[in-house]
């Protein structure tokens, strides 16, 4: 089957998939085990040994480059596995120029495990992307973007920062887990690594850790899968083929998680109570035409600030939820509420995340797929 005039919804389901060559079987087996047989040294059919490849984790790897539309994935044992993969890439006395509001785990990977190693880490805000040029040297190796960010939902303009990637001759890649190729293709932007942890929407309901990095580029692909092994970071085979089966309903996922959100995101901007709602869909969003132009909906993950707010009025919400789980994470089919200073933003200095806007009043939602009527209901009663 020729998969390029495909539609995104049909390679959600076929993209990279052939019914198994022993059985027929419709989905990709588990194919639990470590090792092959081989008929005589090197004679084997492309499988060897499980950390270099397993047939359930090349069918998940051929899946997620179809949806990214690139022509290389690879999966890790988590998304962080895949970031650290990616700075691998890098020798000592490189540099890389960041977000300053992204993932709490990224930061800590850059700056407690990586500076160690003699890579510098610039966080900058990219909102404007003339601003990454200031921070621009010989020494430049790397742009690391994650847009939207976590938990600011700023959004960042990737043809911008890839054209500047591009005129530096630096290598782009971008988070985009918080997205999802759903709502933004960024090797289609100009990127040349999209990274995922699948342990979000591409996994969908919260039962699996898994890490995606997905490349066009041949010679990036064979370096990375170097890495892959030579590292072993790998996913198993049954987590594999989790991940595979949430990737087969991710467009109508999202497209729920986008009303449901968008609902919720209206609800809590006309609520007396709060402040401050943070979502791309609003047109005051200062980086709204940008959210627009590049994503194709605006997505379920809001943050909001109550007026007033202080750190106990914070958690006293999250503790009032019913509906809404209080847990880390996001993406799954059930909403879950966290609160970024203390759990997913913890690892990052309070002084540094108030100056991204990571203050201690933040609530971060992750808007799933029940009845919008039950999600307002919810907030309702715990907001007061
Ligand atoms: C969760 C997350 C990660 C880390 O992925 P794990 O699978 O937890 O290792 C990286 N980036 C973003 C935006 C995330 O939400």
Known sequence: MSEKGLGFNSKTIHGGQQPDKAYGAVMPPIYQTSTYAQTTPG???????????????????????????????????????????????LSPGDEVVTTNDLYGG??????????????????????????????????????????????????????????LAKKYNILLA????????????PLDLGADIVMHSATKYLGGHSDVVVGALVVKD????????????????????????????GIKTLHIRMQRHCENGKTIANYLKNHPKIEKVYWPGFEDHPNHSIAKSQMKDFGGMISFVTKGGKYKDAIAIVEKLKLFTLAESLGGVESLAGHPASMTHASIPKEEREKSGVVDALIRLSVGIEDENDLIADLEQAIG
């Open 43 to 89: 004679g084997h059919q492309g499988f060897e040994y499980s950390r270099s490849a397993n047939p359930t984790r090349t069918a998940l790897e051929n899946s997620l480059a179809s949806i990214e539309n690139g022509n290389y994935g690879l999966a890790f044992g988590s998304g962080l596995a895949a970031i650290d993969a990616v700075i691998k890439l």
């Open 106 to 163: 990224s930061y800590r990977l850059f700056k407690k495990i990586f500076e160690k190693f003699g890579i510098t880490f610039h966080f900058i805000g990219m909102q404007n992307a003339e601003n990454i040029a200031d921070y621009i040297n010989e020494k430049s190796k790397l742009i690391w973007v994650e847009t939207p960010t976590n938990p600011m939902m700023n959004i960042i303009d990737i043809v911008a920062v890839s054209k």
């Open 218 to 245: 041949k010679e990036l692909a064979d370096q990375l899968y170097f890495i892959q092994n030579a590292s072993g970071a790998v996913c198993g085979p049954m987590d594999s083929f989790l991940v595979l089966r």
């Open 174 to 185: 971008v988070d985009n887990t918080f997205a999802t190729p759903y709502l933004q293709l």
